[in-house]
C-alpha cells in the first residue's frame, strides 16, 4: 500500500499524466505499454499486467500468457516524453496454479538467479561490474535490403571522407585518430555531457566520457562499478538515453560493434571483481599483477569458457567483424596485464585492494545485458569451484604483442570464435556450467541457439557489396 502512495505522490507532484512500463525481450530490446495514471493503483503491484510473451521471443504461443509486474524503485520521470510520463521497470510471471512464478528464460530473473547462485556456492555474496560503452554518434544513416537494391550509407560531419565538401571548417578526424581528441574535432562532447547527467538522474553514476579512436563519431562513456543486476538495469537505461538523446540532437547512435569498415569497432568491455563480507576477494599483494588465486581461477573459468560465451557476450554476425586483429579488439584466448590485445586484461592502475580487477574485452553492446553479465559470472564461478588455473592451461599471462607473433606462436594459442557460427556450436557442446541450478534453463539455451542460427542464416543468404567487388566480372 505504502508503494502504491509514494508513486501517486511522485505523479502528482511532477504533473504526471501517463506511466511507461518497460519490459525486456529475448534479444535485449525494450518493449513498453503505457496507461494514463488515473487508471493506476495498488493492485498492479500484485497481478501485474498481462501480455503475450511470444511476440517478445520467448514461450510459444500455446503458453504464451504472462504477467509483468512493475518495480515501484525503479520509477523515473522518463525525459524523453513530451506529455509527463513517469517510466517504470519490472519483473516477469507466469501464472501457474492462480500463482504468480518467476519466469525462468526472463533475462532480469536469470540475472538474479546468478546472483543466488554465487551467494548459495560460498565463494562471494556480491559482483560488481562497470562495462565501457562505446557507440557511434553519426549524423545520417539510410539502409535497405531489396531484391533488386542492397545498401546501408551513414555519414558524420566529422568523418575525414567529409574534409573535401564546400563551407567546411575542417575539423574532420582521420581514421582510427579520434582518442581522446579535443574540440573543435570532437563534436560530440556537448551532447555526451547532456547524456551524462540524464544517466546521473536517472541513478546511474558516470565515471567519465571522451571521444574513442574511431575518427567518424566514436563515442565512450564509462560509468562506475556497480552490483550486477543493477548495472544490467543500467545497461539498458545507457542505451536507452544515448539513442534518444542522439535523435532529440538531431542524430542517431548505434552500438553496433563494427558500423564502418578498416575503423575502430564499438565494445562493451566488462570490469569486474568479486567481494565476499565486505572484502574483495580478488586482491593478494603477493600474486601476479596483484591478484590472489581466486582471481586466478576466476580468469581460468572464463577462459575455457571463452568460446561459448561469446554467444552471448557477442551474440550477433556484426560482432565478429570487430574481433579481427588491428584494432585494439582481442582475438585470442589469454591474459596479461595492460595488455589490450589480450581477452581478459588487468588494469595496470587499479592498484588498491578494493579496485583491483579485471576486464573481459570481447563484449559488445549487442548482447542481451542480463543473459550476458550472467553468463560471465557463472564461467568464472565455474573455475574457482574447479580451480582451474590459467597458467596451467597455457592461456598466458602474456605480457607481450599478440598480434606481433608469428603465424607459428599463433598457431599455439587458442583463438576466440571467428564467426557467430563458431560461437554458436561453441555453446550447443557447452553449456552445463550455466545450467547450475537452473540459473539458464536447458530451454532458453536451445530457444537462443535456434533464434539466432536463423538470423544467421538469412544474413548469409543475402548477396554483399563487396561480393559484387569480387565476383561480378568473373
Known amino acids: 500500500m505504502g508503494t502504491e502512495v509514494n508513486v501517486k505522490q511522485l505523479c502528482e507532484e511532477n504533473g504526471i499524466q501517463m506511466i511507461d512500463f518497460k519490459m525486456i525481450d529475448l534479444d535485449g530490446r525494450w518493449r ?47 525525459p524523453f516524453e513530451e506529455v509527463p510520463t513517469l517510466s517504470m521497470c519490472g519483473d516477469v510471471y507466469i501464472i501457474e496454479a492462480e500463482e504468480n512464478i518467476p519466469f525462468d528464460q526472463y533475462p532480469r530473473n536469470v540475472s538474479l538467479r546468478a546472483v543466488e547462485y554465487m551467494k548459495g556456492s560460498g565463494i562471494a555474496d556480491r559482483m560488481l561490474i562497470g562495462p565501457e560503452f ?20 551513414i555519414d558524420a560531419a566529422q568523418a575525414v571522407w567529409n574534409r573535401g565538401m564546400v563551407n567546411n571548417a575542417g575539423y ?60 544490467a538495469d543500467g545497461t539498458m537505461l545507457v542505451k536507452y538515453i544515448v539513442k534518444n538523446a542522439a535523435v ?21 568491455h566488462v570490469h569486474m571483481l568479486l ?30 569458457h571463452a ?31 595492460a595488455n589490450r590485445s589480450a581477452v581478459v586484461r588487468i588494469p595496470a592502475y587499479a592498484k588498491a585492494p578494493e579496485a583491483k580487477r579485471f576486464e573481459l574485452r570481447c563484449p559488445d553492446a549487442t548482447a542481451n545485458p542480463y543473459y550476458a553479465y550472467a553468463a560471465i559470472l557463472m564461467a568464472g564461478l565455474d573455475g574457482i569451484e574447479n580451480k582451474i588455473d590459467p597458467r596451467e592451461n597455457n592461456w598466458g599471462p602474456y605480457d607481450f604483442n599478440l598480434y606481433e607473433l608469428s603465424k607459428e606462436q599463433q598457431a599455439a594459442i587458442h583463438s576466440l570464435p571467428r564467426s557467430l557460427r563458431e560461437a554458436l556450436k561453441a555453446l550447443e557442446l557447452d553449456h552445463d556450467y550455466l545450467m547450475k541450478n537452473n540459473v539458464f534453463p536447458e530451454r532458453l539455451i536451445n530457444i537462443w541457439i535456434e533464434r539466432k542460427r536463423k538470423e544467421l542464416i538469412r544474413i548469409e543468404q543475402i548477396p554483399h557489396p563487396a561480393e559484387f567487388e569480387q565476383y561480378y566480372d568473373l
Open 32 to 78: 513498453h505499454i503505457t496507461i494514463p495514471v488515473s487508471r493506476f493503483d495498488e493492485k498492479l503491484f500484485q497481478y501485474g499486467i498481462g501480455f503475450d510473451g511470444s511476440n517478445y521471443g520467448y514461450a510459444p504461443v500455446e503458453k504464451s500468457d504472462m504477467v509483468f509486474i512493475p518495480r515501484p524503485e525503479s520509477s523515473v520521470i522518463d
Open 134 to 153: 562505446e557507440f557511434y554518434l553519426l549524423d545520417h544513416v539510410a539502409y535497405d535490403i531489396q531484391p533488386q537494391n542492397t545498401f546501408f550509407s
Open 172 to 231: 574532420q578526424i582521420p581514421y582510427k585518430g579520434g582518442y581522446h581528441i579535443g574540440a573543435p574535432h570532437d563534436m560530440g562532447c556537448d551532447l555526451r555531457s547532456k547524456m551524462c547527467l540524464m544517466l546521473e538522474d536517472w541513478g546511474v553514476k558516470v565515471k567519465y566520457h571522451h571521444h574513442e579512436v574511431g575518427g567518424p563519431g566514436q563515442m565512450e562513456i564509462e560509468v562506475e562499478l556497480g552490483d550486477m543486476v543493477d548495472m
Open 248 to 268: 532529440q540532437a538531431g542524430k542517431t547512435a548505434t552500438f553496433m560493434p563494427k558500423p564502418i569498415y578498416e575503423e575502430a569497432g564499438s565494445g562493451m
Open 275 to 304: 567481494y565476499k563480507d565486505g572484502e574483495p576477494i580478488f586482491y593478494d599483494p603477493e600474486g601476479y599483477s596483484g591478484l590472489s588465486e581466486t582471481a586466478h581461477y576466476f580468469i581460468g573459468g572464463l577462459l575455457k
Open 307 to 337: 568460446a561459448s560465451l561469446c554467444a552471448f557476450t557477442n551474440p550477433s554476425t556484426n560482432s565478429f567483424k570487430r574481433l579481427v586483429p588491428g584494432y585494439e579488439a582481442p582475438v585470442t584466448i589469454g591474459y596479461a596485464t
